[in-house]
């Protein structure tokens, strides 16, 4: 499948407009922001971004894994084996869920097990970041930490698990294309396009008085 990275533009707004953030708040209820997309894509960094402009509390599932596991990722992946990792991922997001408004910042693979999408649906209101293949090598060639690629070759490893995942991403509720502009414009799309998802709730209908 080819990867086309052509989402429709979402109308960023302002990070200094107050009251699209308590918009956004509003809409959200007790739902958490749960953003999704592969190594790379920048859920991280926009996460915790976005969790600051609204003003919610931040957790990423990989950090998260690794303060209960007292291990790092790839110590996790040589120790136990990746389907214990997956099962501890599946345990943490469940876990970390059960406390909105919040932003969360899963895995690259947490969104792969339909526990987990289930999971998010009924809390949360998932933010697939879409990048391309040269962006994404880009930005992971910087750190060895990720264990799926520390292989020969990398961009080989990313190229199948995008044709794998990106199906599966791509039935998240909100598609922002993670690109290298400013990691706040990208936050800024965000909040946009979570308020075009959520639907303003709607006005009450006032009862007309009866004539006496
Ligand atoms: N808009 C952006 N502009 C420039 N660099 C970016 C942007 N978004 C993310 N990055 C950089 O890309 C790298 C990867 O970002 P990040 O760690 O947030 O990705 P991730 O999706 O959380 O990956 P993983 O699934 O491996 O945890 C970081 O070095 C980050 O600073
Ligand atoms: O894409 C993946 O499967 C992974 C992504 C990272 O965030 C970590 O969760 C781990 O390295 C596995
Ligand atoms: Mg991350």
Redesign the pocket.
Known sequence: MPFDTATPPVTAVTEKDPSDTARLLKRLGRRSIV?V???????????RRVAAMCNLPFH?S?HEIEKVSRMTIPELFATYGEPEFRALEERVIERLLRNGPQVI?T??GAFMSETTRNNIKRRGVSVW?KADIETLMN??S??Q??PLLNTENPREVMERLMAARCPVYSLADVTIH??????D??AAEVIAGLLQHLPAPRKRKRKKKKPQ
């Open positions: 953003f997309g592969i190594m790379g894509a920048g859920k991280t960094v926009i996460g990423d990989d910042s895995g690259g970041l930005r992971v910087r750190r930490n990720r993670s690109r290298d502009v400013s990691k414009q990208i």
